[in-house]
């Protein structure tokens, strides 16, 4: 008994050695979270844009009412402490929690009387942020990221916050690694390839400088509604059908396959898309809405995709 | 004085009866306790009724600390909102259909609506994630709401040339507004739910403090209307013949549109548009009582407050997880209404 | 002894035509004048410009010796009470209320009847027979006991000078009969000055004490009855031939010309 006794302490000192050699060492890893120091124990208090949090003791009751932090959690394997989510967190698909809430209007008096430890929100309606503060609960605000960078740090203050920060940290530098990777395999000389990336059948897109734009902008493509943005739009310009031809992009990514069952066959029958390059030469990738919008761990997967399309064209 | 005449005179109908004003008030008593009491989170009347005797000191013991939470900083306030801003816009509406002398005028009629609408768009779009703070986008709905008012005040030459023409302008001003409104929304789509989340009415941001804000707006709103229901009567019988009658028209006209639009616009900028309440009470209110302002704007008062909490109590349990906007129900509950009375008044005119 | 309503050059402009060119009128306490004239001649107008209900461009309105321009509503409402052609029928109201409607310049605006208030009401509803249907909607009166409702709401009034447009419109004769006489009786009973407009001529040459013809905005005869309803007075404008004949000592204006038996 004596001897299992020590065996199994040895074995979790040298465990807990080896994590804290490994948090050490990620702690100082390259990029993204090397600004940010974690705090590892509680009580600690957390401080992001959006805030400071104090946590007591790692949350064991969490909601999550953004569908991109639920992924988060998840990914990071906080989803056991996860007891209720929004109406539109839909990944992963098993495992979700049955109460779920509406992110825009939240039933307060339901939210409160789980009596949470911890709520995520990626918006504020209704004073929501101050009244769950009044109760005595802490809020973690993560709204939707601007850079890359954004995504990296959510991830990582997340598991800091609910005591799965190695883990965190990892699927932080797995996503970025990918990334990196990615990047890399454009080639150094290629002809830019001109790229229409479509929110809505109505033509909405987005410039480089939001979120996805910036991921396009690293394969080294032309974005097409770059040169129509105006600072009304926020990142979001509404092209026109005449520009949109007349500018002829190479290549679409639809990122309103589900929302609006948009497709390589519904592009085609638009008028005069017929003439498009892009549909020409069957360059039309159709993207998961849900990957292409949000801001979690998928970011990798949505590059993944974005770059095999490119490179397509620019090897083949 | 003949007998017959004695009889007539203390006949004279006009007058509010007590009993009526009994019987409201009730109403809306029965209707906030019944909003605090029910919810969501399960938490028993008798519970509440002691930690009530415990606060006062008689005795009783106070609710845990979420309980007690719930009940007093999330239900109490939503409660309160619901009482101060549906006898708000019931009196409002009913002042404004006394000085239009028209049964289809609401409180949004002068281009309240599309002024707050534009304000808290403006709130949303230029000042972005800031206007989350609490009592931002308010106010600038609240001075959007006023604005849009006094435009259509200015454009309708001062109010002289009579209620025809408000409408009228107010119909332009909205227009107007609504567009600009729209221009503003086309720059993001969060902005755009978010306006349209706005718009759609919630008490759910209620707090003691938000409330203080606007509470002196609806009292001079609702005491002034209220001082002025009998003027609405005289006003029953037209411009030309209230004139003669030694009633200062323009002066009465523009006095009520003024209390009741910065009644209608403090409400609007607390919780949202939310219609129905301020044509639906005052008619409901009509139907039962008879035509005199009097009676009308009194009960409205209590029936509207009343009636707002109720229809919130319904948009806080009806779906799990979520608060239906407070419009939708009243809609929903105030069609079939309309429905009825436009019924009754058929079946009473033939 | 003052005059209840003393009008002196009124003339109102409509652009570049007059409504009335220069009309004098006066009325003493207890006189009954009647406004008679064709279609157009302006009597609508001077009717409502002197009770002030429009702004006239020239001249000079006295009622009770106070000049009608400078008088607030409430003072104004005091001084003379006015009888619509068509009143507005706010669909509901009890009579009695309906009535009541004219102490409102007897009180502050933001003060409640008085039970003086109440009492004269009642007196005037007696006086003319309305104490049956005190509590009954105004819509459900007839035409005649409408019209004697708002004569009742002006009475209650309590203005020295009483204006009627045309106060037997829609009314059978009966009714034309019963309402003329009304104000009759109070005219006489409380030496009110009243001033009317009629379409009838024998009717208003038989309650008036004084005629007043109008024609094109301006007056173009003005006395007792039998000077102002003459053939050729009325021949001349209102463009038809009538015959003036007398019946028992009232005139009887018949239109055509006289035919020989």
Not at chain 1, 143 to 171: F, N
Not at chain 2, 265 to 290: C, Q
């Amino acid at each position: 008994m004596r001897t299992f006794m020590k065996r199994t302490t040895v074995l979790a000192a040298t465990t807990a050695l080896a994590l804290s050699a490994l948090v050490a060492i990620g702690a100082r890893g390259a990029g993204a979270s090397s600004d940010y120091a974690p705090k590892l124990a509680f009580p600690m208090k957390i401080t992001t844009p959006a805030g400071t949090i104090t946590l007591h003791r790692a949350p064991r009751r969490i909601v999550s009412l953004s569908p991109t932090a639920t992924e988060m959690l998840y990914a990071i394997g906080a989803g056991k402490q996860v007891i209720a989510v929004d109406k539109d967190s839909n990944f992963p698909r098993t495992g979700l929690p049955t109460t779920r809430f509406d992110a825009f209007m939240p039933n307060v008096e339901q939210l409160i009387a789980l009596r949470p430890s911890l709520v995520v929100v990626s918006y504020n309606p209704n004073n929501l942020e101050s009244q769950l503060a009044s109760a005595g609960i802490p809020v973690m605000e993560q709204d939707a990221a601007m850079t890359l960078r954004d995504t990296l740090m959510q991830i990582t203050w997340l598991g800091d916050a609910t005591g799965h920060y190695p883990k965190s940290l990892a699927v932080a530098m797995a996503d970025k690694a990918e990334i990196t990777k990615d990047v890399a395999k454009v080639p150094a000389h290629h002809r830019s390839l001109k790229v229409y990336f479509e929110l809505d059948p109505a033509l909405y897109s987005v410039t480089s400088q939001t979120y996805v734009g910036q991921l396009l902008k690293q394969l080294g493509v032309t974005n097409v509604a770059d040169a129509v943005a105006s600072p009304l739009d926020y990142g979001y310009p509404q092209l026109s059908s005449e520009y949109l031809i007349k500018s002829n992009p190479g290549m679409i990514f639809l990122a309103d396959t589900i929302c609006c069952h948009q497709s390589y066959k519904t592009v085609k029958k638009r008028p005069g898309f017929a003439l498009l390059a892009a549909v020409k030469y069957h360059r039309v990738i159709g993207l998961n809405d849900d990957v292409a919008s949000r801001w979690g761990p998928r970011v990798s997967l949505l590059m993944d995709q974005l770059t095999a399309a490119v490179l397509h064209v620019y090897k083949g | 004085m003949s007998r017959a005449v004695r009889a007539t005179t203390a006949g004279a109908s006009s007058a509010l009866k007590v009993r009526h004003v009994v019987a409201a008030v009730a109403f809306m008593v029965v209707a906030a306790l019944v909003g605090l009491s029910f919810g969501p989170a399960h938490i028993s009347i008798g519970s509440i009724i002691s930690d009530v005797a415990w606060r006062l000191g008689i005795g009783g013991h106070p609710l845990g600390q979420v309980d007690g939470f719930i009940v007093w900083s999330l239900r109490a306030p939503r409660v309160v909102l619901g009482l101060l801003v549906g006898g708000t816009l019931a009196v409002a509406g009913g002042a404004y259909q006394g000085v239009f002398r028209n049964p289809l005028a609401d409180p949004y009629l002068l281009g309240i609506a599309a002024g707050a609408g534009l304000g808290a768009t403006i709130a949303i779009v230029v000042i972005g994630s800031g206007a989350d703070a609490p009592g931002v986008t308010p106010i600038f709905a609240f001075g959007g709401a006023l604005f849009a008012v006094a435009m259509t005040w200015l454009v309708a030459g001062r109010g002289a040339t009579g209620p025809t023409t408000l409408i009228l302008a107010g119909i332009a001003v909205a227009s107007m507004f609504a567009a600009v409104q729209t221009l503003l929304q086309q720059s993001s789509s969060l902005a755009v739910t978010h306006v349209y989340y706005w718009l759609l009415g919630s008490l759910s941001g209620a707090t003691w403090g938000g409330i203080l804000g606007v509470l002196p707006y609806m009292v001079v709103s609702v005491v002034v209307c209220l001082s002025c229901a009998k003027l609405l009567d005289v006003l029953s019988v037209g411009e030309l013949e209230s004139a003669s009658l030694g009633l200062p028209v323009v002066a009465v006209r523009t006095i009520v549109i003024a209390a009741a639009s910065l009644g209608a616009a403090a409400a609007v900028s607390a919780a949202g548009l939310i219609g129905f309440v301020g044509i639906v009470v005052p008619h409901a209110v009509r139907l039962m009582v008879g035509v005199s302002y009097r009676r009308i704007l009194v009960l409205s008062l209590f029936g509207g407050a009343g009636f707002l909490v109720l229809a919130d109590l319904l948009a806080r349990v009806v779906v799990p997880g979520a608060v239906l906007p407070i419009g939708v129900v009243t809609a929903i509950l105030g069609v079939p209404f309309f429905v009825l009375v436009l019924h009754l008044r058929r079946l009473r005119l033939r | 002894m003052t005059a209840a309503l003393e009008v002196t050059g009124l003339t109102v402009r409509v652009g570049d035509r007059a409504l009335l060119d220069g009309v004098d009128l006066t009325v003493e306490p207890g006189e009954w004048v009647t406004v008679i004239g064709p279609n157009g001649a302006g009597k609508t107008t001077l009717v409502h410009s002197i009770t002030g209900l429009r702004r006239f461009d020239g001249g000079r309105v006295l009622l009770s010796g106070r000049d009608l321009t400078g008088l607030k509503d409430r003072a104004r409402a005091g001084l003379v009470a006015f009888v619509p052609q068509t009143p507005v029928v706010p669909e509901g109201m009890p009579v009695f209320d309906y009535v009541l409607l004219g102490r409102t310049s007897h009180r502050s605006l933001l003060r409640a009847e008085s039970p003086h208030d109440r009492s004269v009401v009642g007196e005037v509803l007696a006086r003319l027979d309305l104490v049956a249907m005190a509590d009954r909607g105004v819509h459900t009166l007839s035409g005649g006991e409408r019209q004697r409702a708002v004569i009742a709401r002006a009475l209650v009034q309590e203005a020295p000078v009483l204006v009627l447009d045309e106060p037997t419109t829609g009314l059978d004769l009966r009714h034309q009969l019963d309402v003329l006489e009304v104000v009759a009786q109070e005219r006489r009973s409380r030496r009110i000055a009243v001033v009317s407009t009629l379409h009838d001529l024998t009717l208003a040459g038989r309650f008036a004490d004084r005629l007043c013809l109008l024609d094109e905005g301006r007056t173009v005869a003005s006395g007792s009855v039998t000077e102002v309803l003459t053939a050729e007075l009325l021949g001349a404008h209102y463009g038809v031939d009538v015959t003036v004949v007398d019946v028992g000592g009232t005139p009887v204006v018949v239109p055509g010309p006289r035919t020989v038996t």
